[in-house]
């Protein structure tokens, strides 16, 4: 089929300035060909080594030494996010959410490929919007596009990207190896990105809390979830120190009961232990019941993961040295039962909807 | 994010027989969660190796001595398939026209990651085929399931695969190297989609000859939109013959005229030598302009080539070996001008809308 790749031997210059001028003068364009598409928008992207996306498939050449770690997610409008949200954002947030799960198993990114499914109604406007924040994130993270593919659909936008990274062999960080006596940690805070979309959502939720916060918190919080912060600065504390780890995408509470699950363990976490920003803070200060979405809603793009005891203080100062802040929230303990969050009084917190389920 | 994928140590048996009599007992079910539809109907996939989608990515270990190929396409109900097609057969060509990728670049398969956008109104029964189409095939090819992600939808379902295959370093066969003198090869049989697809509209288009054509021909070329044929046969005999190659996904006239652009040659190509099956010979007896179609038409996922002289002997003894028919169609020349395509009389044939485009 024809999917747009990086190819290592081409010799002729991209056509870039014929498709260019005719995106130009048509302004809204479905006669434009993929191909030309390519040119304008995605060949750019493709990196410093020159490539051009005119190959149907991409080459990689794996780093000497190294396992593939690969992570595929699929957004689409109108369930991951908005479809009027700027178009940089979709792009980067797209890119972002895989990027989190390469930092999440302490990998180093080598690149993605791109599926996008573009609605009739795209402009050049948008699109040039959307390859410009992708051609920013890609270069920011060092994750080049290799390739991908792109169709029309008469359904929401919709985006799939798979990320490629390299670990050392044997140096994954697993989703299901923790061990008794762990130290659960997270990065950054917690509960963000939930309630930014609660504040999206502001105008059919009829929710006091939204109108008594204060602008700066209210912007922090919808910032968050709009924009999430792949935690790769952390990835080689991670392959170094953690048993195991996951990124945060379905809510603290749903995505540590997996995590602990799979390895036969339980925790009971303190809802004070949970980092919280200070808009997230104030928010709960107005309104105590956010608690739950903080604990169990979704985006938050944050790491959990689980260090043993001997290992802490390594990681706690190699994350200091990469800039990312993790907090110590639980000990992982020997269990089958979920994972209890507990208020001030250690009562325990009950969750109507315990984990976010975009599906 | 929440993407599923192999991962390579986790001790827990799948929880399929769980999941899947919560299925039996809803029917319709949008109450099943991620993890319990992963483990249904794609654990089962992942292969002999015992792995289970349980972890945020997919941990591959790549041939030693081998650069790997990725190539992706997205399929969109309504744009690339019929919503009511089976959804074995959709699964099918979904990993398909990825193969056929991998298959042109001489590439064998190592796996591939599965993105499914699943519209509200989805079954088990449904889902059911789907898995087992793509399992089916899976195993076929040789080219597990990875991982990957599932989203729900309000638009149409959207499959977007990644494939993943291995080279030996520097044997990625490229699309655009071919060479003049070098011959044009295509396999099998070209034109049959496009009439199949022409068939398939038949109740809209009202055309003589699809009322005239017997029944095991228009069977015939149904099935050949229905589900292509990934040459993957071929890939060694590419490899070891070819200077460039890739597959006619978009109609030979257009891909060809995309291979010689990219190598600045060109070429004239009696219709008379492009390999039609007896059905389409039959087609084109009943209606000649029919000629467009099987020429420009889309979805052949046969591989067109480029072989030096002095190879072609070696190609067509490895081809027949592999069981692949390939027919010489034409002689690579210096040049600009697209690619000619002649009638008997060596009058050039004048297409309305040479390449087809999916976008």
Known sequence: MRCWTASPAVTAPPN????????????????????????????????????????????????????????KDMLVARVHFFSNDPPAAIARKALRVNLSDLAAKGAEPLGFLLGLALPEDWTTDWLGAFAKGLGEDAARFQ?????????????????SITAIGAVVPGKMVLRGAAEPGDLIYVTGTIGDAALGLKLRLGATCDQDWIGA??????????????LPQPRLALKDALASNAHAAMDVSDGLAGDLSKMLRLAGLTAKIPAANIPLSRAAREALRLEPKLIEPVCAGGDDYEILCAVPLAKSAAFEAAAQ??????????SAAPGDAPPVFEDREGRKLIFARPSFQHF
Chains 1, 2 share one sequence.
């Not at 593919?149 to 359904?155: E, Q, S």
């Not at 916060?213 to 709009?226: I, K, P, Q, V, W």
């Not at 040295?321 to 639980?330: D, Q």
């Open 16 to 71: 870039s300035s014929r498709a260019l001028k005719r995106l130009n003068e048509a302004g809204h364009l479905t006669q434009l060909t993929e191909d030309e598409l390519i040119a304008a928008y995605f060949a750019p992207l493709a990196g410093d080594a020159g490539l051009r996306l005119s190959d149907d498939a991409a080459l990689l050449r794996a780093p000497l030494g190294r396992e593939l770690v690969l992570t």
């Open 321 to 330: 040295a990469a800039g990312v802040m993790v907090s110590a929230i639980a």
């Open 143 to 159: 994750c080049p596009l290799l390739g991908g593919d792109t169709v029309k659909t008469p359904g929401p936008l919709t985006i």
């Open 213 to 226: 916060l204060n602008e700066a918190d209210a912007a922090f919080l919808l910032e968050r979830f709009l």
